[in-house]
């Protein structure tokens, strides 16, 4: 299946300056967030949306077609 994966921030600068942070994976069907992760060599602490819909989670299970996007944790005070 392919995921659209959106990375936002400091993060961009995982991918090609040409990617403008997006990058298309195939991954087999049943993945979850976390396959993300692992193939992107990414901290699993990141913020994570899935077709702009609210925070997901490393486990969540991923259909063909989602855009995730990934963003640092900002915190403030």
């Known amino acids: 299946m392919k995921i659209h994966v959106r990375l936002y921030g400091p993060l ?6 040409e990617a403008k942070g997006r990058k298309t994976l195939e991954l087999a069907e049943g993945a979850t967030v976390q396959k ?5 060599d990414l901290p699993q602490t990141l913020l994570v949306t899935i077709n702009n819909d609210q925070e997901s ?3 969540t299970v991923l259909n063909d077609g989602d855009v995730v996007a990934l963003f640092t944790p900002v915190s403030g005070g």
Do not use: A, H, S
């Not at 993300?36 to 992107?40: A, Y």
């Open 12 to 17: 961009r600068d995982q991918l090609p300056v």
């Open 36 to 40: 993300i992760f692992q193939t992107l």
């Open 57 to 59: 989670f490393p486990n």
